[in-house]
């Protein structure tokens, strides 16, 4: 019973302690690569947004020069069928709002706008209906006839993210499972010629010197192996001492 406590003992050791670093690394990675996941895609829907808002500045180009404002608000509409997408209007080239997706233009939309129209890209982040904006505003051709802004829910993109990273975690947080169960046969193959060689002393100190010790373990060129050849050596010498003082008190 003390042999197998001490085996199952040296085993939880050997694969907790690989299973406890393997944990910390794994946590530091999954951060690291959380955050890093986090800022590349919030990085990349932020250019589909402005690459969203830019399209729809270069569609709307011919209509401001014309004021075809039936066909700026059929285009509009369009874009506002987009995923994500929560408004879009147009101002002209002295800020005036000529176009637009939303039934009443709220003054929080309004609030922040230049006075003049603008003359180059810009974002912001805003608050309405109790959600927050992200809005991309590109000015139409330089801004000499006006600007487009597209107004993109918050948490449409957060859960976007979220999903992304979650599936991304999800196969990065296999990888300490599958560590664990490699440390405890790793633990396991370290531990077994361990407990043929204690198997082996407990009979020497208990008179019985005719087990010697199995040959894989001597043939092996490591610290075990060395350990191994030095019980051999004990033993050998013990059973020679014995026979010599057997035939000495014959």
């Known amino acids: 019973m003390d042999q ?42 932020d250019k589909r947004a402005l690459a969203v808002a830019t399209n729809l500045s270069d569609a709307t180009a011919g209509h401001l020069v014309g004021r075809n404002l039936l066909a700026l608000h059929a285009l509009l509409r369009k ?3 987009l995923d994500g997408v929560a408004y879009a209007f ?17 003054p929080e ?21 109790n959600k927050t904006i992200y809005e991309a505003s590109v000015p139409v051709l330089e801004g000499q006839v006006g600007t487009v802004h ?30 664990t169960l490699l440390s405890f046969i790793l633990a396991h193959w370290i531990v077994r010629p361990i407990v043929g060689l204690t198997e082996v002393a407990d009979k020497v100190t208990k008179g019985d010197l005719e087990t010697s010790v199995s040959g894989k373990c001597v043939e092996s060129r490591d610290e075990i192996g060395d350990l191994a050849r030095s019980l ?5 010498s013990l059973k020679a001492a014995m026979m010599r003082l057997e035939r000495e008190t014959a």
Do not use: C
């Open 4 to 45: 197998e406590s001490r085996r199952v003992s040296l085993k939880w050791k050997i694969g907790g302690t690989y299973t406890a670093v393997m944990l910390v690394l794994s946590v530091f990675v999954i951060a690291a690569m959380y955050q890093l996941t986090n800022n590349m895609l919030r990085d990349q829907l």
């Open 79 to 81: 874009y506002s069928l």
């Open 90 to 106: 147009v101002e002209d080239n002295k800020g005036e709002v000529i176009a637009h997706t939303l039934e009443t233009f709220p």
């Open 109 to 129: 939309v309004r609030q922040g706008l230049p006075a003049g129209g603008q003359r180059e890209t810009r974002r912001r982040e805003l608050s309405w209906r």
């Open 150 to 179: 597209v107004g993109f829910w918050a948490d449409a993109v957060e859960k976007e993210i979220q999903s992304a990273l979650f599936r991304f975690i999800g196969i990065i947080a296999i990888v300490p499972f599958v560590g």
């Open 232 to 236: 051999e050596r004990m033993r050998s």
